[in-house]
């Protein structure tokens, strides 16, 4: 792999996406921090317009929004997102409450 995004959601972020780019000279890593799911399918086709070979989301956006994300880019590309297991739970659920 040599291109892929991340998008995430951040409290304050700018609507248009808040971006930051990591590019090792082999790959690079593009991730975008929205203030909700709304704007992500937006991004994950901007994304792979610009030559993501991958899309993954936070664990914030949940299956909906994956399937959202993945119909978006028109199947072109893999869409994941983060899952969290049941030892995780209760701390995903102190840090959102």
Do not use: K
């Amino acid at each position: 792999m040599r291109h892929w995004g991340f998008i995430y959601t951040a409290t304050g972020a700018d609507p248009a996406g808040e971006v930051t780019v990591a590019d090792t000279g082999r790959c690079r890593t593009v991730l975008v921090g929205l203030p909700g799911p709304e704007g992500a399918p937006e991004i994950a086709r901007r994304l792979v317009e610009e030559g993501a070979q991958l899309i993954e989301l936070c664990g914030g956006f949940g299956p909906v929004w994956t399937a959202r994300v993945l119909e978006a880019v028109g199947h072109r590309v893999p869409v994941g997102s983060v899952a969290y297991g049941p030892e995780s739970v209760s701390g995903v659920h102190n840090i959102f409450a």
